[in-house]
């Protein structure tokens, strides 16, 4: 709706235009508070903005030109927006409150006229009413056109309202229209994230592939490479083929002449074995070595006296004072020779060359016991197990590794053997195993048993299967362990003890089918002294004798086989029942007689000379190997 006030007419009729400007002021002043400065539209005058505020106010109209409502009287206000009609002949100069009262507005030249002049007075009044009645009908016509231009105001307001309602329709479609795309917004960053996320993947992928395609081409490559050497594979392989068709031939021709060898070299083995046992047979199937032990200080005593020509001899001198000191000492000479006599000096090496040729004898199949005999301290445990250094290694451990090595070596000519060690101590006519390694409380009893096939065997005994010489050293150890803890300090039991190793040795030749089987049997006998009566008592005494009777049976057992008697008797001690498969016909012995060369063992030594030169003489049947 317009802001313009529409002037009342009776106002405008009946106010003077003193009364008028002042009524009007104070509207007017409304209206400059609410109103707006307006840009002058189609002004005929354009009024200074130099004209005093307070002047312009009392004399602008309430009212504002309007656009296209015609009037010739629109001005267009200062810069604070004033807008005062300006009547285009007709409109009063001003109503200036300070013009004399007289001074009526539209009334030009007009003089006060005379109290008596009545007509004046009319036709002034007449002018000013032709006057007011112009005006009248002029701000008719305003009023008509503004009532135009309010109505079309108002349409065009309606208009506009429904315009509005549009738009805001327009705007809230378009704001839906905002949220969904704004939706659509998230979307598209969502969707441009993984494509970022896609494109990384994919970039990587594309490397990936690069590295790929160099993987591949240098694979082809290398394939190429590959393809060629298999070509050239190929030819030496067919060139290869035929050579090895060549070697087949040749290999086959080989191996007649190398069976046609191995049947030599075995009847060479055989030619060996009898020319061998013939050797031995002729050195006698009893051998005796006697070994003399240095004196502490590593020399020789006097009394004992060795050939210088030979090896085989020994004499023991003894010289007797006189009694009455009258005559000249007497001097006795013993003489004794055995099959070797060693001297204090001969290393543990030499005395094993002589047995080494029994011990092959024993693989070839033939039993061989070998004893040491002699008075304790003379040497038989040295000489038999020896100390633990390489150099001063007895027989036992030497004749061990022999005979592995030549079990190594017959293994190429088909032979294949098993060896089973066992070690007795054998006590007052009472049997220890040595190699038992329970409870001392649960120490079992053994008895000697004669199997169907004529084996002797210990019952409850360590038959120990042995593959290295470090396993035999082991067992030996055990077997020294063992024999000390039954020691006591006023019982030297080992000396008082025998202990006897024995080696079975099982071979085979599966090709020519030939077994062969035999014992090694190394013995340390319990030392030979004798004791004098007084000493001898209580266990001592069983202890001396068992020790007389089962040296001395051993001594008869020789003989009885030497001069070939009906009956043996082997059963008369453990030791000859247990060895009696080792000694006899079918069999080779070796007995080492020990003796000490101190002057104050004379009667031991004499004594243990004598008991070996009397096995010396015994010249046992000949010997027949155990092959089967
Ligand atoms: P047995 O067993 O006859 O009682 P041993 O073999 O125990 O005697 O010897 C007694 C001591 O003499 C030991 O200390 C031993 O080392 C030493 N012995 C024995 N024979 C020799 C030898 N031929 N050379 C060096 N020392 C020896
Ligand atoms: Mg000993």
């Not at 008075?375 to 038999?384: D, E, F, L, P, R």
């Amino acid at each position: 709706m317009s802001r313009l006030p529409v002037m009342s007419l009776k106002r405008v009729l009946t106010s003077s235009s003193s009364e008028n400007s002042q009524d009007m002021a104070p509207l007017q002043k409304r209206m400059r508070k609410d109103q707006e400065p307006r840009k002058p539209q189609a002004a005929a005058t354009i009024i200074g903005d130099k004209r005093p505020a307070t002047a312009a106010a009392a004399r602008a109209p309430p009212y504002r030109p309007i656009r296209g409502a015609g009037a010739a009287t629109v001005a267009a206000g200062p810069s604070r927006g004033f807008v005062r009609p300006v009547a285009a002949s007709t409109a009063p100069k001003a109503a200036n409150s300070k013009q004399p009262a007289g001074a009526k507005p539209g009334v030009t030249g007009a003089t006060r006229r005379k109290p008596w002049d009545l007509k004046g007075k009319v036709n002034d009044m007449e002018g000013k009413i032709r006057t007011y009645q112009t005006k009248y009908r002029s701000v008719n016509e305003e009023n008509e056109a503004l009532k135009d231009s309010v109505a079309q105001r108002q349409t065009k307001v309606s208009e506009l309202e429904q315009e509005v309602k549009g738009q805001k329709r327009k705007i809230s479609e378009y704001e839906a229209e905002l949220q969904m795309l704004s939706g659509v917004q998230n979307q598209l960053e969502e969707v441009q994230r993984e494509k970022n996320v896609l494109q990384k993947e994919m970039s990587n992928l594309e490397q990936k592939y690069k590295v790929m395609e160099t993987l591949r081409d240098s694979q082809e490559t290398e394939l190429q490479t590959l393809k060629m050497k298999l070509s050239v594979q190929e030819s030496t392989m067919t060139r290869l083929q035929a050579t090895l068709r060549d070697r087949e031939e040749e290999v086959s021709s080989l191996k007649e002449t190398v069976a046609e060898q191995r049947d030599e070299l075995h009847a060479g083995e055989m030619e060996r074995r009898r020319l061998h046992n013939t050797i031995q047979e002729l050195k006698g199937n009893i051998r005796v070595f006697c070994r003399i032990r240095p004196l502490e200080d590593g020399g020789l005593s006097k009394h004992i006296q060795l050939a210088a020509s030979d090896n085989k001899s020994i004499m023991l001198a003894k010289t007797e004072e006189s009694h009455t000191g009258k005559t000249a000492d007497t001097q006795k000479n013993y003489h004794f020779s055995f099959d070797r006599v060693f001297g204090p000096l001969a290393s543990q090496q030499e005395i094993f060359d002589e047995i080494s040729l029994l011990v092959q004898s024993a693989l070839d199949g033939y039993n061989v016991c070998c004893f040491a005999y002699g008075q304790t301290g003379s040497g038989k445990t040295y000489t038999m197990e020896g100390e633990e250094v390489d150099d001063t290694r007895g027989v036992i451990p030497r004749a061990v590794q022999q005979i592995f090595r030549a079990g190594d070596k017959l293994s190429s000519q088909g032979w294949e053997f098993t060896f089973t060690a066992s070690f007795v101590e054998i006590y007052n006519e009472t049997l220890r195993d040595l190699l038992y390694t329970g409870k001392a409380s649960k120490r079992p009893e053994h008895e000697i048993r004669k199997t169907a096939s004529s084996d002797v065997t210990v019952t409850n005994l360590t038959y120990q299967k042995v593959h290295t010489e470090d396993q035999v050293l082991g067992l030996i150890a055990l077997a020294k362990e063992n024999r000390s803890t039954a020691q006591t300090a006023v019982n030297d039991r080992s000396s008082r003890s025998h202990s006897v190793f024995q080696l079975q040795i099982e071979g085979a030749n599966a090709g020519r089918d030939i077994k062969c089987k035999s014992t090694l049997c190394l013995v340390d006998l319990a030392g030979s002294e004798r004791m004098m009566k007084s000493q001898s008592q209580g266990e001592r005494f069983k202890e001396m004798t068992s020790i007389n009777s089962s040296l001395s049976n051993l001594g008869i057992v020789i003989t009885s086989l030497a001069n070939k008697e009906s009956h043996i008797p082997y059963r008369n001690s453990k030791l000859t029942y247990l060895l009696q498969n080792c000694l006899g016909g079918n069999s080779k012995t070796l007995m080492f007689v020990n003796i000490s060369p101190e002057s104050d063992s004379f009667g031991e030594t004499l004594n243990s000379l004598r008991f070996a030169s009397k096995v010396n003489d015994c010249v046992i049947g000949t010997a027949s190997s155990n092959k089967k």
